[in-house]
């Protein structure tokens, strides 16, 4: 079994798409069949454990199969690559929901299982985009629980309007919807566990239920996220650190280089959001285009716009 240490450097990885009721058009190639039938993608999984090295040495092989999870996961019981990276196409509301934590997750899903702390950063916004996190000011426990059970969410769900370039850092335990108008990049712990509270009264189907009961005892009031604006960030340096993972942005012009590393982090995960850029360590080199992904296993490195500006977002395991 290969072993990090006698792994390349960096590992392009290949994206696998997501139908979604509340899909758009905007992730897949124009000239794939998805795109020219119209049918709505959702979601595009740019980096977990499943995604396939697209070429080199590792070509076919997944970031599970390399056992790039490392010490971290064995050591608190959880198995596989700890993160998981979308890019995500919101034509329409996605249900209002919430996540576990990894207690919750332990105990409601399975032992072993990760519960699901995410962070989200804009990359398109409709000029009236929205979305909820978190619960208004003064509900109470009891008052959310109410809501929840009686189908009136929203009432006390909390709205924010949202523009590109804001990043939204949403805790495990918080109420929250992606509203439509948005494309957008998602880092998360690596967990699909989601319970659903209100879904825009869609018909019901077994693969989205809601979870009303679950919702109940994972939903807390107090968790209102945390909405860094663009005009805060401006999209660049560290734009989030939690216990989970670390989410950086870039912004290079047109031929300029910047040295980076992976540092006291096992991994990287590099994502073009607009513009092409190289990524080259040592003798390896791959040109990513806008939304291409890879893996930087570890070690210096450095990243170079190519043709134009190019933007970068960076998410790792925290140090």
């Avoid at 997750?105 to 299982?113: D, F, I, N, S, T």
């Avoid at 370039?165 to 805790?171: K, N």
């Avoid at 945390?226 to 005009?231: T, V, Y």
């Avoid at 096992?266 to 285009?289: H, K, M, P, Y």
Wanted: proline share 5%; charged share 20%; with cysteine.
């Amino acid at each position: 079994m290969t072993t990090p240490d006698r792994l390349p450097r960096l590992l392009p990885l290949t994206p696998q798409y997501r139908e979604r009721v509340w899909g758009g058009q905007r992730l897949k190639p124009s000239d794939s069949d998805a795109t020219s039938s119209g049918t709505p993608t959702g979601e595009a999984w740019i980096a977990y454990g499943k995604s396939v090295v697209s070429a080199g040495a590792m070509q076919g092989k997944t970031l599970d199969d390399l056992l790039l999870a490392g010490q971290d996961s064995r050591a608190s019981g959880q198995s596989g690559f700890p993160l998981l990276v979308k890019l995500l196409d919101c034509a329409d509301w996605l249900s209002v929901q919430v996540h576990p934590n990894d207690a919750q997750a332990a105990q409601m899903v399975g032992p072993g299982e990760r519960g699901k702390t995410e962070a989200w950063h804009l990359l398109e916004a409709a000029p009236d985009a929205q979305i909820l996190a978190g619960v208004k000011p003064g509900t109470t426990q009891e008052e959310l629980a109410r809501a929840i059970r009686g189908h009136t969410v929203l009432e006390v769900a909390e709205r924010h309007g949202v523009a590109a370039g804001d990043t939204v850092f949403i805790p495990a335990g918080t109420l929250h919807a992606l509203g439509p108008g948005l494309l957008l990049y998602e880092v998360q712990q690596s967990s699909d566990t989601t319970y659903r509270i209100y879904d825009w009264d869609r018909p019901a189907s077994s693969g989205r239920a809601l979870h009303l009961e679950e919702s109940v005892a994972v939903t807390r009031a107090e968790l209102r996220g945390d909405l860094r604006p663009e005009s805060q960030t401006h999209g660049q340096g560290e734009l989030i650190t939690s216990a989970y993972f670390v989410l950086s942005g870039l912004h290079l012009e047109s031929g300029a280089e910047q040295s980076a590393d992976t540092g006291g982090q096992s991994f990287q995960i590099v994502t073009v959001t607009s513009g092409q850029a190289e990524v080259s360590a040592g003798d390896e080199r791959v040109l990513l285009d806008t939304f291409g992904t890879l893996l930087v296993t570890g070690g210096a490195y450095r990243l170079k716009a190519v043709g134009g500006p190019a933007r970068l977002l960076v998410a790792g395991l925290p140090e």
